[in-house]
């Protein structure tokens, strides 16, 4: 048996199915095209009108701003990039257990000659499920250098509701 007889040329030998879809999985060439097709269809997938640009949900259709939520025993702590806003162009809402940011990022200046921009302006709103018993009252929300930071201190029964569970090797 020669090297040449263990190299699959397309030929019908017993053991191979020519033209099968088992085929063409094997092949590099074909599984490397799928997977970039896959990957093109995650990205541009929810954008609507395609590029980011263009687009009503920019980033990624992940939403805007930017949060980071941080949850303790004792309180909820979201933080929000808004870069480009001041105090005045956010509002921040608290019902019934839901967080609500929202806005408007207004151009500065009216530049007709612009052809091409990916900041974003306009409306925004996020939405944030809190998921515990909050002290609305002891909300505290402050902004600094275009960044919003808002401590939701937890009642006394959403703490009360911490377990502890140990972990047993």
Avoid: C, H
């Avoid at 408007?104 to 018993?133: H, V, W």
């Amino acid at each position: 048996m020669s090297v040449r007889d263990l190299i699959s040329w397309g030929r019908n030998n017993g053991n191979q199915v020519s033209g099968s879809l088992r085929e063409n999985e094997r092949d590099p060439f074909l599984s490397l095209q799928r997977e970039i097709n896959r990957l093109f269809d995650d990205v541009f997938r929810g954008f609507g009108s395609g590029l980011p640009a263009f687009s009503a949900s920019p980033f990624l259709g992940k939403g805007w701003p930017s949060i980071e939520i941080s949850d303790s025993a004792k309180e909820i702590k979201v933080t929000a990039e808004v870069p480009g806003l001041e105090e005045k162009d956010i509002e921040v809402l608290l019902d019934d257990g839901m967080l609500t940011l929202k806005g408007e990022k207004r151009s500065e200046t009216e530049d007709k000659e612009k052809q091409f921009s990916e900041r974003f302006y306009g409306r925004f709103e996020r939405s944030i499920p809190l998921g515990a018993e909050i002290e609305e009252d002891k909300v505290d929300a402050r902004f600094k250098n275009g960044v919003l930071t808002i401590t939701l201190p937890k009642s006394e029964k959403a703490q009360a509701q911490v377990k502890r569970i140990e972990i047993k090797s």
